[in-house]
């Protein structure tokens, strides 16, 4: 199965920012308990790297990626710590180059057709569209996927479990990126018992919108 395949199946990717590597155990096991073993987790703290290896360390069954990834380097720092995928927030040639390199799926942030045209020359099929709901949200995703017949979107910024279900309906979506299941207060604060339950309230929306999708 490839990345995008077993993101598909997920429909939600936690979006998670990690102030101490020490949470992740915790954090983790709430995602898998909640139903969600995925986490994008962002380069956005100098955590990140280890809090990526520490989750897939204790729950290897886990899909686990690097986001906000600006530089090569933290690209490196990501696959040294076990990532399955990378995600970058604009289109950085320098870095998706870097990634097909390494052979790791990289997914940039596209919301320009002149990004998607780079995508696309790139041979990628799925890309990143952030930040969503300020850039246009779906109606903006639907008009840029018409002349790109078979990209897939993961959009980021602004989704919250109110208007997930839209995005999950289209099918230019392959899954929706998100952080209202993981904010970082809950985190900090220990609430790892409200985070599994919001969790498993996004599974099972992505289960009742992905199964009337299959009838």
Do not use: H
Not at 33 to 42: F, I, K, R, S
Not at 124 to 147: D, M, N
């Amino acid at each position: 199965m490839t990345a995008a395949e077993k993101i598909k199946e997920m429909g939600i990717v936690p979006v998670v920012v990690l102030e101490d590597e020490k949470d992740a155990g915790a954090l983790a096991k709430a995602l898998c308990e909640g139903g969600l073993p995925c986490a994008e987790v962002t380069f956005r703290t100098a955590a990140a790297k280890e809090s990526i290896r520490i989750m897939l360390e204790e729950y290897p069954e886990m899909f686990v990626g690097a986001g906000t990834v600006l530089t090569t380097r933290q690209v490196d720092e990501a696959i040294e710590a076990g990532a399955r995928f990378i995600v970058s927030p604009g289109f950085d040639p320098e870095i998706v180059d870097y990634c097909i390199e390494k052979e790791i799926p990289v997914f940039p942030g596209c919301v320009t057709a002149s990004e998607l045209a780079q995508a696309v020359k790139r041979g990628l099929e799925v890309v990143k569209f952030f930040p969503a709901e300020t850039s246009g949200g779906l109606a903006a995703i639907k008009a840029l996927a018409a002349p790109y017949v078979g990209m897939k979107f993961m959009p980021t910024g602004g989704i919250n479990l109110k208007n997930v279900r839209s995005y999950l309906e289209s099918d230019v979506i392959l899954a929706c990126g998100g952080s209202w299941m993981v904010k970082k207060d809950l985190i900090q604060s220990g609430q790892f018992d409200a985070i599994r339950q919001m969790t498993a309230d996004a599974v099972a929306l992505v289960k009742e919108v992905r199964g009337s999708q299959e009838k």
